[in-house]
């Protein structure tokens, strides 16, 4: 498989990931309400979770209604992230929570030697996290 094709293949890998963390019933915000907050249809929200390729100004509208990390996953094949050119106050006492949070996760998670694939995926979601809020703080810089 080309370069790209892979790329394709992860990203779309991914965008299939992100819906089914973040947007849905019980999740951070449901399609019908991202779709109201958007602009874009529902039916066009649910071809992306399907894995259909997001132009890129779609994915910048998605950005203002969804978390940074969820966005995020979308750039990590690339080896990149999306970060806020508008900065609000540094909220050094969540940063330090999550960080907190994840330590304790992976202690949690090791106690029994091994760090199994649904520990991992637990771990990976949280890392995503802190990792969005950790760019918004050194984009300051």
């Not at 071809?47 to 940074?68: C, E, K, S």
Request: net charge negative; glycine share 10%; hydrophobic share 50%.
């Amino acid at each position: 498989m080309h370069v790209e094709g892979r790329l394709a293949h992860d990203v779309a890998a991914r965008q299939v990931a992100m819906f089914g963390a973040f947007v849905g019933p019980g999740l951070f915000i449901t399609r019908a309400a991202l779709a109201r907050a958007s602009g874009i249809p529902e039916s066009t929200l649910r071809i992306y979770a399907d894995g259909a390729a997001i132009p890129f100004h779609a994915v910048l509208t998605l950005r203002r209604f969804l978390p940074g990390e969820a966005i995020n996953m979308l750039a990590e094949p690339g080896a990149a992230r999306l970060v806020d050119l508008e900065h609000e106050a540094t909220n050094w006492d969540a940063i330090a929570a999550e960080a907190a949070g994840l330590t304790f996760e992976i202690c949690e998670a090791r106690k029994d030697g091994q760090i199994d694939h649904v520990e991992g995926a637990s771990l990976r979601r949280r890392a995503r996290g802190l990792a969005a809020g950790l760019a918004e703080v050194v984009a300051t810089d």
